[in-house]
């Protein structure tokens, strides 16, 4: 019998807002045995943070926990001292949180950050502590660990920063690991050095982990066993591999079967067809620094362009030359034949009405002080000048087709939206212009995959409705295998394939393409496995990309 | 050096009972949360408290005469703490109104409101009102002169008052109650003035300049370090001796040049902070889809910046208030701010400023003065509760 470590039992946490304390987590209950990984999943707010940090005994703000047991080695953090507390966490139980550049003291190099929880718990001495974290990196795989240590938080890319994090939780040995979502700020090809290197330094010291994450995919790779939490309750507990192969529940069930998801192709485009946006050797610089390279591409009308790449590839940027935002500094851009001013103060009112975007963060991109009526109503206003009733049986309209109540919605403030109801907000803003063409930057990542699923069915419904154009912007290739008829890869600024959906994903491919496809998590255990073997374990990631 | 002992001993003997509070709460409450994780230092502060509360009452209840001459400490004492006590009471009586008079919205304000804001909020009421109806409410007008000079205020002709003139008279004998009430009015008025002129100039230039950017930031941005490097005080007097000349040649009334003076010296702080808070706006996404859109710069900044910056220039608001008020109350002072006979608060301060020399020994005499003065400070804090208010509630903390 292994020895049991944590024992939540019970557990209720609630959160304070308009002076009434409202639950969030209506009583779990948790085991972990010693060097156990436990996978915990389910969508924003279902109160999987929450658990997490309750395992350490502490809420956030204007949270408590109400009731229940969190018992850590025989003693139970929700009644111990403050001071028993802070003899355990740290030192016993570590802390992975999300954004390592967030969670990162800018103004201390990475060692001293390291050293300051083993000199604190005198596990270590300094100098101990400094040389056990130089071999912690090496473990972790980072590039020169013997110097990466004296730089500072600004000075490694995310995906390391995020290992040097793990480093640090694992500076005293702790018995236990909370990772709250380390992967989901990281692209595809950097998540999996930060997988491979999470799993290996688990094994290798025995610790015991619990994986806060809403990718399955990931998940799978990483725990030992799986709880699915909906809404503060839980819904089950499986192994991970018979929880992948047999769920019980439906809510587990439609989670898995979000990446069925798939649109037919539509017929390849006719030759000599006028494309509506084309870039013709389109280069761009910030400044002096070029970030874009004689990009050339045409989208068709009634078509889903995704251009695919990790992060820094200039997807985004080409997106700000359609736009206007950043003139192109050699090339242009043809919207039906014509070309386009390419600066967007130099646009006629109706060539900028033609072109609409939808943003990433639909937290910053609807302004949190107007009421949806008027976010969607002025362009309406702006565009066709309709005013007052007319007005407003237009935004009704609207909200229709992206299936809100317009009764319900229409005098809500943004803030008072869930993710998707704002991103759905985003969709009926560009509509509202009554564009031919859409360019979606990344619409799906902020969300759940359920709440993604939803948007990316809008979309295709709404292109087939209204004929629309998309230049589908996105480093997830499950998305574009569900969403899009061509594909554009892209790399260091220029593109590096093109073509219809079917052929880019059989072989052959460019090197590069063949990267980001088989770094895209699948829902097999040994994914992960299989394909570090193939790539040769130590050779991923970094390595993988400067070979080419 | 017997006071330094004594405090050492009194110090000591204060660990000494912390050490046994916590010692017989951990026993009595069987080791609650509360006395079981409470460190030395926070038991030190219970009981310290609790002799500064002891110490404060023994103080208080000290006799007022000490053999025909009066003690000025004990009087000023008594007199603070009744002060602060009515305020509180007041303050607590206007809330409880609040909570169950009004619509829905108002209680639910009241209902969250700490005392502090309630404080604030009565007091700015109350100084409208004054400032507002000054001419109904004030029994003498300001400028009227009666033929007794320098009354003590209190009223009570022992002590050399006049209960016709309940706070005296000044010293060319003119009612210091009513010259408090117009001098609302005039400084009130005008801080209010200005200081909306400040932010309206500020706040316009300082989003334009997060917009734009580029050359016409830099001009404005270097322009006001100009202004900003010069101590605003001293070059607000420079200016008022400069406007002077030209208010007696022009024959513009020299008030109107303060107060584009000093809103221009405070418009470069206001700019500051917009165009802080600007920039951070303006890099939002919302920002992006509407240039894109095609909308014009009033649009930008009236409707897409102005409603999220509301809360800092709000807080900035109250606080610019008071800096602009002791502005044109130390202008006062020192003679060129707002002229005789109209009253204000700074220059009476001024006037009767001779008569502090008397604390120690009559202390109604000493507060013809202090009575300006308090009339700024209260006003000062008040506005200050009700700025750590709105921030409060702005920034979304809870509790």
């Given amino acids: 019998m292994v020895e049991q470590l944590l024992k939540i039992r019970n557990l209720k946490i609630e959160g304070r807002s308009d002076e009434i304390w409202n639950p969030i987590i209506n009583g779990i209950d948790l085991d972990l045995k010693k060097g156990e990984v436990l996978g915990l999943i389910g969508e924003s707010g279902a109160g999987k943070s929450s658990v997490g940090l309750a395992a350490m005994g502490f809420t956030r703000d204007g949270c408590r926990i109400s009731g229940g047991s969190v018992e850590f080695d025989g003693v139970d953090l929700v009644t111990a001292s403050a001071a028993v507390k802070r003899s355990m966490l740290g030192k016993r139980i570590a802390y992975v949180a999300q954004s390592a550049a967030a969670s990162f003291n800018p103004a201390h190099r990475l060692l001293d950050q390291h050293t300051e929880a083993p000199v604190q718990h005198r596990v270590q001495s300094r100098s101990e502590s400094e040389l056990d974290g130089i071999e912690l990196y090496q473990r972790l795989r980072l590039p020169d660990p013997d110097n990466i240590g004296f730089r500072y938080p600004h000075q490694v890319s995310g995906g390391q920063l995020q290992r040097a994090m793990t480093a640090m939780a694992m500076s005293c040995r702790p018995d236990l690991i909370i990772f709250d979502e380390p992967t989901t700020a990281l692209d595809v090809t950097t998540q999996i050095e930060v997988l491979a290197a999470i799993r290996d330094i688990v094994e290798q010291f025995d610790t015991a982990a619990i994986y806060i994450t809403h990718d399955l995919a990931v998940v799978a790779q990483m725990a030992d066993r799986i709880k699915v939490l909906l809404r503060g309750d839980e819904v089950e507990e499986a192994d991970t591999r018979s929880m992948l192969s047999d769920p019980k529940e439906d809510y587990t069930k439609s989670l898995w079967a979000v990446r069925s998801f798939k649109r037919p192709s539509k017929p390849a485009v006719l030759k000599g067809t006028m494309p509506i946006v084309s870039l013709k050797n389109v280069s761009a610089a910030y400044g002096k620094s070029p970030v874009l390279f004689d990009v050339d591409f045409d989208i068709h009308a009634g078509r889903t362009v995704a251009v695919v790449g990790e992060s820094g590839s200039g997807k985004s940027t080409a997106a700000r030359c359609i736009t206007g935002l950043l003139p192109p500094s050699q090339g242009h851009i043809e919207f039906n034949g014509e070309a386009l001013p390419l600066d967007y103060r130099k646009r006629s009112k109706n060539q900028l009405r033609q072109a609409q975007m939808i943003y990433q963060m639909a937290d910053t991109a609807l302004n949190p002080r107007s009421r949806i009526g008027d976010i969607i109503g002025r362009p309406v206003q702006f565009y066709s000048g309709l005013t007052g009733t007319a007005k407003r049986k237009r935004v009704e309209e609207l909200l229709v087709q992206i299936e809100m109540e317009p009764s319900l919605y229409t005098d809500r403030l943004p803030g008072e939206l869930s993710g998707g109801q704002k991103q759905r907000i985003g969709i009926a803003r560009a509509l509202a212009a009554e564009p031919q063409f859409i360019i979606c930057d990344e619409v799906t990542s902020a969300l759940d995959q359920l709440v993604a699923e939803g948007i990316l069915r809008l979309l295709a419904q709404l292109q087939d409705d209204l004929g629309l154009s998309y230049m589908f912007i996105t480093h997830d290739l499950a998305t574009v295998s569900a969403i899009s008829d061509e594909v554009v890869v892209m790399k260091d600024g220029c593109v590096v394939e093109q073509g219809p959906k079917a052929e880019m994903f059989q072989p052959p491919h460019h090197p590069y393409t063949d990267l980001l496809l088989s770094s895209v998590p699948e829902m097999n255990p040994d994914w992960l496995t299989t394909l570090l073997k193939t790539r040769g374990v130590d050779n991923i990631g970094d390595a993988a990309v400067k070979k080419m | ?399």
């Fill in chain 2, 1 to 399: 050096m017997s006071w330094a002992i004594n405090l050492i001993l009194i110090l000591m003997v204060t660990g000494a009972v912390a050490w046994g509070f916590r010692f017989v709460g951990q026993r009595v409450t069987g080791n609650k949360p509360f006395y079981r994780d409470m460190p030395f230092a926070i038991a030190f502060g219970y009981v310290f408290g609790v002799v500064v509360i002891v110490g404060a009452m023994l103080y208080y209840f000290q006799p007022i005469d000490n053999k025909g001459v009066p003690s000025s400490g004990v009087v000023f004492f008594r007199w603070a703490v009744q002060g602060f006590m009515s305020f509180a009471v007041a303050a607590y009586l206007f809330r409880l109104i609040g909570r169950h008079v009004g619509t829905e919205g108002t209680r639910k304000l009241f209902r969250t409101m700490p005392l502090t804001a309630a404080f604030g909020i009565l007091v700015i009421i109350i100084y409208a009102v004054v400032s507002i109806f000054a001419g109904a409410i004030a029994p003498f007008g300001q400028e009227e002169i009666f033929a007794n000079a320098n009354i003590v205020p209190g009223g009570n002709p022992l002590l050399g008052g006049n209960p016709e003139f309940p706070l005296g008279t000044d010293q060319i004998g003119r009612d210091i109650y009513s010259r408090l009430i117009y001098g609302a009015q005039n400084t009130v008025g005008i801080a209010f003035a200005t200081t909306c002129l400040a932010f309206f100039v500020g706040g316009s230039l300082g989003f334009l300049a997060s917009i734009v950017g580029g050359w016409l930031d830099q001009l404005l941005s270097r322009a006001v370090d100009v202004l900003m490097a010069i101590p605003a005080l001293i070059f607000a007097l420079l200016l008022m001796t400069i406007a002077s000349v030209w208010s007696n040649q022009l024959g513009i009334d020299r008030t109107m040049f303060m107060i584009l003076i000093i809103a221009m010296i405070d418009s470069t702080r206001v700019y500051r902070l917009s165009r802080a808070v600007g920039q951070n706006i303006v890099v939002m996404d919302y920002i992006e889809a509407a240039k894109l859109r095609g909308e014009g710069m009033g649009y930008l900044i009236f409707k897409e910046i102005l409603p999220n910056a509301m809360a800092p220039l709000l807080a900035e608001f109250g606080l610019r208030f008071c800096f602009v008020f002791l502005t044109i109350a130390s202008l006062s002072f020192l003679g060129v701010g707002i002229q005789p006979p109209l009253a204000d608060w700074g220059t009476m301060v001024k006037d009767l400023s001779q008569f502090i020399n008397f604390a120690a020994f009559a202390p109604n005499v000493a507060t013809a003065p202090l009575l300006a003065a308090s009339a700024i400070a209260l006003l000062t804090v008040a506005v200050n509760f009700v700025v750590d208010w709105m921030l409060h509630k702005s920034s979304g903390l809870k509790e």
